[in-house]
């Protein structure tokens, strides 16, 4: 260690010489105050060890009682002697402070148990409406939670099934792009769908193999994406979908008519609706529970985002594919 340490001299020392108390609390201050720490007497601590390399002379205790600053840890020169034997000595030190009082955010008054994962990318508000799904294999919720907030992800960005299936499970099986691909293909057809459906509901999803696991996620995953899809028509020119919330029934419904696009949202609690398309955007909001309704002016093949958010859906919205069919 060099003298110009970014680790100040005194906060070391310290470190070394404190011994632990045994009342200290967690969130107690580590050390005294600079008045406390001057009265201390010298006598008190402990004297410093001699190392190889700075052995006591006469002539050193003469230079060192006309200098009270002085240390003989800290004394300039080369100190690569006893580097190792004072870094053991530090890292013993900070793991018994760390163990005897552990750190705590700014926001924690004492120890805390946090969850092993968090569910990131989607609100807890949209997740009940997923054990409603016709699902085999008891899918755990966790994995569910996983692939709504990626199909709500990818649901406008991917037309094809295959391929949305695919990039809706890959993040929970990112080593398995073969198996994905052959597996997607074959969910992808419904005969495969209602084949399979009776067969897989005998598996659970915790013991199932790697194969059944993914063809599993991904009838979960064809699940959200019908549920969160609206597809209209001139010939078909109204379709509903329902969304059950923690907060209650959440409805929306498109309708198609000359060549305009109305999206009517019931909303269980205050919240708002975002419509999107390729050149424009509307939205609206409430306060209270009812219904909100958009118009957009738009034409066959076009393809719309809708964000409904609630008040308890913490910024996170739930986002339908809205589509006008040719």
Known sequence: MNRDSDIPEDLLLKLLLEPLAADDSPSGTRFSSADNAESVEPESLPAPPLYPGYESTPAASTDNASNATYNPVFDSGDLSTVQPHFEALLKRRLRQEIAHRPPLFPWEKGLQDYPDALQSGVASIWLDHLKNLSVPG??????????????????????????????????????QPQTLEYIAGLVARPAYRSAQTQTLAQIDYASASTQQQVALAMLAAQGIFEALSLTVSEANPTQEQPWLTTSGLLTVRATYSNSQLEVRAVLPTGGSVVLTSVDETAGSERSTPGELVLRLATHPGALHRLDVSLEQSQGLPLSFQVMIAE
């Open 138 to 175: 008891e899918v755990p919720e966790d994995v569910l939670a996983n692939l709504l907030n990626q199909c709500q992800q990818v649901t406008n960005d991917l037309r094809q099934t295959g391929r949305r299936l695919v990039a809706a499970v890959e993040s929970l099986f990112p080593d």
